[in-house]
């Protein structure tokens, strides 16, 4: 709730008090008598209207300087004495107003003659609710406050732990993509500067287009295309990818950089030198579903001996960015490797 909000809520509070107010005060004046609406208009209505002002100014005194000051410092006993304090200054304005004005023109609110004490009562009881509702909306005002600053706290928590794990993706792909370079550069292959240009494309979308939350899927894919064929150029042709797109993405978003550790990983572990046993990948499109499916025969020999963080790093950015709307299952059986992901993209 923002503050203009809350300021219409204040003001809509004390236009119902004064039109309660003036019902009431009505209603306890002309008690057996006709209805003097010149008398209610010219002397009721600006007293009472000076006594509901009366009140919001003790309101405010106690909302906005003595719950602060002393009670939520807990100095309880100077709060109440203060109170008592404020108490004892309103009573002469709030309710001697009364036997200024009223006994002149025979309107009379209380059976009984005023004196201080009494009027000191009588300001109490009609300010207790003022009291309680100033404490009680402090209090909550500071839960909303804590409230916000913690939801903001975890937001600015969760968007730093989004930078970190993205910022793990591009070093861990780009140091096995170098080498490959690297490799071919030292062979002289003639490939290499195609790789290069490659690298330089993928480069080029992981420091722009990255950085948005969410990309168009067609980019996405197309990045992944990008680095199959990389890929295949560090093998120096020698890999085989079946890359199956069923559906139109259209305007659909998905984010950056989540599906590149799969593909990553199955060149990493998998065979893909024989051309009866690919790397099978096919998405799926339908309607706001995204499913990606990617198998892969598993090589006994292991290129990366110190394991990796990338299946962990997009199961934990899966779940920050899609909580409720993927579902993972990835399946390590003594020959294949498979994952299947459903992505909700709606």
């Not at 290499?192 to 996405?220: C, G, H, I, N, W």
């Not at 096919?282 to 499916?293: G, P």
Request: charged share 20%.
């Amino acid at each position: 709730m923002n503050k203009q909000k809350i300021l219409y809520l204040h003001v809509g509070y004390w236009l119902l008090v004064a039109v309660q107010v003036l019902l009431v005060s009505l209603g306890t004046g002309v008690l057996g008598t006709q209805i003097d609406w010149k008398l209610f208009f010219t002397i009721v209505m600006p007293v009472k209207l000076l006594q509901i002002a009366c009140s919001a100014g003790f309101f405010y005194l106690n909302y906005l300087y003595l719950i602060p000051r002393f009670l939520k410092k807990k100095n309880i006993f100077q709060y109440l004495i203060v109170l008592v304090i404020a108490i004892l200054l309103f009573t002469p304005l709030y309710y001697y107003l009364e036997q200024l004005f009223y006994p002149s023109i025979g309107w009379k609110t209380y059976e009984l003659d005023l004196n201080f004490w009494s009027a000191l009562m009588i300001t109490l009881s009609a300010n207790f609710l003022h009291i309680f509702l100033g404490i009680l909306l402090s209090y909550l005002m500071d839960w909303r406050t804590m409230r916000m600053e913690k939801e903001i706290a975890e937001k600015e928590q969760l968007q730093t732990e989004l930078a970190f794990l993205k910022s793990q993706v591009n070093p861990h792909f780009l140091f096995n993509t170098i080498n490959d370079i690297y490799a071919l550069t030292q062979q002289q292959n003639e490939q290499a500067p195609e790789a290069l240009l490659k690298l330089s494309e993928l480069l080029r979308y992981m420091l722009r287009e990255s950085d948005d939350p969410f990309v168009l899927l067609t980019k996405e894919l197309e990045y992944l295309e990008n680095v199959i064929e990389l890929q295949k150029i560090g093998q120096k042709g020698f890999s085989f990818v079946d890359f199956t797109i069923i559906g139109h993405p259209d305007e659909l978003k998905i984010a950056p950089l989540i599906l590149i550790n799969f593909i990553e990983n199955a060149f990493k572990h998998g065979i893909f030198t024989d051309k009866e046993t690919p790397i099978r990948i096919r998405i799926e499109l339908k309607q706001s579903t995204f499913h990606f499916i990617m198998t892969n025969r598993i090589n006994g020999y292991k290129k990366d001996k110190t394991g990796g963080i990338g299946l962990v790093n997009v199961k934990r950015r899966l779940a920050l960015i899609y909580p409720a709307k993927h579902q993972l299952l990835i399946t390590n059986d003594p020959l294949n490797f498979t994952v299947d992901l459903k992505i909700d993209l709606s």
